[in-house]
T-cell receptor, first 114, second 112 residues
Framework: GAVVSQHPSRVICKSGTSVKIECRSLDFQATTMFWYRQFPKKSLMLMATSNEGSKATYEQGVEKDKFLINHASLTLSTLTVTSAHPEDSSFYIC??????????FGPGTRLTVT | AQSVSQHNHHVILSEAASLELGCNYSYGGTVNLFWYVQYPGQHLQLLLKYFSGDPLVKGIKGFEAEFIKSKFSFNLRKPSVQWSDTAEYFCAVNAGNNDMRFGAGTRLTVKP
């Protein structure tokens, strides 16, 4: 099956700093990538959808200036959490799609803001 | 927009018991349906999917799900669970536009 990686798997940062999370499709070209946020014991919440080479589409309630998404190539998308605060601590998961409806998920990144 | 409901928040079963997890969605058009599993400390994995055809779909590890269009349901079943099935299970619906919506998840605990 298609493989998606995320880096880093865990990150701890201080409040006010920015953190970049990478999402890579290793063996397929992801025309569309998605970023989700998963709260403890909760489901995945879609944050944004990004297509290669164009601006991301953010879900209602997600601050686009806070969660910067870049999908510069068919195998890489990045999520930058700017000026992070403790309430941004969460599990961030990306997924990629290659022309179909099935999404391939990355292993997630645990962000802790102190 | 479509929504997905999973009725059971936490299910506790003994090994060899039968499992059925409910999933209902609200969308009137053509949908693609998925069940994902998340084992402790691991990422989401696809259990099975339905796009079209036979409404009874079989997935990995002995799981199956039945799409009942009239009931807007896609329940997950397994005849005999194992301790290793302990995980979080998510139902997801895609209305054909890459807009995937997940249910709240059902935590399954299987007691040895």
């Amino acid at each position: 099956g298609a493989v998606v990686s995320q880096h880093p798997s865990r990150v701890i940062c201080k409040s006010g700093t920015s953190v970049k999370i990478e999402c890579r499709s290793l063996d397929f070209q992801a025309t569309t990538m998605f970023w989700y946020r998963q709260f403890p014991k909760k489901s995945l919440m879609l944050m944004a959808t990004s297509n290669e080479g164009s601006k991301a589409t953010y879900e209602q309630g997600v601050e686009k200036d806070k969660f910067l998404i870049n999908h510069a190539s068919l195998t890489l998308s990045t999520l930058t959490v700017t000026s992070a605060h403790p309430e941004d601590s969460s599990f961030y998961i990306c997924s990629g799609v290659s022309g179909g409806y099935e999404q391939y998920f990355g292993p997630g990144t645990r962000l802790t803001v102190t | 927009a479509q929504s997905v409901s999973q009725h059971n928040h936490h299910v506790i079963l003994s090994e060899a018991a039968s499992l059925e997890l409910g999933c209902n969605y609200s969308y009137g058009g053509t949908v693609n349906l998925f069940w994902y599993v998340q084992y402790p400390g691991q990422h989401l994995q696809l259990l099975l999917k339905y796009f079209s055809g036979d409404p009874l779909v079989k997935g990995i590890k002995g799981f199956e799900a039945e799409f009942i269009k009239s009931k807007f349901s896609f329940n997950l079943r397994k005849p005999s669970v194992q301790w290793s099935d302990t995980a979080e299970y998510f139902c997801a619906v895609n209305a054909g536009n890459n807009d995937m919506r997940f249910g709240a998840g059902t935590r399954l605990t299987v007691k040895p």
